[in-house]
């Protein structure tokens, strides 16, 4: 069974950018596991939404898509919690 190939959409890519370095290095692996394992203990599924996940790192979220077919996951927002759910 092959991994998931982790792709971001361009804002969630400059959201990521924008972080500071200490909550980026928290962040990256997290979704790095993802490739791996994309629904992992801690994720939740989003209610109202087709196929959106997230996971909690600290104060922030990463909301993204599991296309199993494709094996793709899809990183859509990477946010703190206060932005998160708008």
């Known amino acids: ?47 109202g939404q087709a196929n959106n996940w997230r996971i909690r790192i600290g104060d922030y979220r990463v909301i993204y898509s599991v296309d199993d077919d494709c094996r793709i996951v899809e990183i859509i927002m990477i946010c703190h919690r206060s932005q998160a759910y708008k």
């Open 1 to 47: 069974m092959t991994d998931y190939q982790v792709i971001f959409f361009r804002s969630a890519q400059k959201e990521l950018e924008a972080l500071p370095v200490e909550i980026i290095s928290r962040i990256t692996p997290k979704i790095e596991n993802l490739a791996i394992e994309p629904r992992p203990d801690n994720c939740k599924k989003l209610k």
